[in-house]
């Protein structure tokens, strides 16, 4: 599935101005997820924007609680989002209720009948996507992870480009750290733009889809003019050799 370069990570946001806003300034990818507790605020967002439906890539969790319940819970997120369809649908993490064997086929059905286009998957690792692959006989359509400069899990990466889907990172400002990250730093001063403009950058040089969250105006023009940040090579080997290393959401 081709996803927008950058999307919006609505995770905390409660004001489906705030999501106008972002459609406004041309975010087309729209992530949310029943635990965001948010679906409802992403919908109205969605009819309020006056955007026509098929410009936009909507993408939605079932939480660990709801994989055994795929049909019935994927209809209740979708008549919050007031949807017909989800582009995306993810198993957000593979726990709880997370059975492959009935998880996987019930969503394959979703997918047969136009509820959703694509089944994803998120916190996935190569033992979880390796199963995934031996259920369905193929990949997911995408893998959300954590990802940013300080927590690089290139095995996910390598796993993505190997086997052809888009590799969606979650907090990939770090939750703000990368103003403290050296080489983040460092690069930013060198192209004149902020170290959250360079880290989305060098997310973007690497084709990894970032999805940072922002609800103010400023912040989402921020984000959004990163797309037009061209880092070297030696910019992004700089901040891939970055030692540091802090999960923010471990297992």
Known sequence: ??????????????????IETAIEVGYRHLDTAQIYDNEEVVGDAIAASG???????????????QLDRVRESTVESLDRLGLESADLLYVHRPKGDYD??????????????????GIAV???????????EAVLGRPPAANQVEYHP????????????????PLVAYSPLSG?????????????????????????????AKGIRPIP????????????DALDVELTE?????????EREHELYPE
């Open 122 to 132: 998120s916190n996935f690792e190569l033992p979880d996507l390796r199963r995934f």
């Open 213 to 224: 969250k922002a609800s103010s105006q400023s912040h989402l023009q921020s984000n959004w």
């Open 100 to 117: 492959p064997e009935t998880t996987l086929p019930a969503m394959e059905t979703l997918l047969a009948d136009g509820l959703i286009d």
């Open 176 to 204: 703000g750290e990368v103003h403290t990250v050296d080489a983040v730093v460092d690069v930013a001063d060198r192209h004149g733009i902020s170290p959250a403009q360079a880290s989305l950058a060098w997310l973007l």
């Open 234 to 242: 030696a910019d992004v080997a700089a901040i891939d050799g970055v």
């Open 51 to 65: 955007v026509d439906r098929e410009e936009l890539l909507v993408a939605t969790k079932l939480w660990i609680d």
């Open 1 to 18: 599935m081709e996803l927008p370069p950058l999307g919006l990570g609505t995770m905390g946001i409660d004001d489906p101005r705030a």
């Open 150 to 165: 300080l927590y690089q899990p290139e095995d996910r990466l390598e796993h993505a480009r190997d086997n052809g889907y």
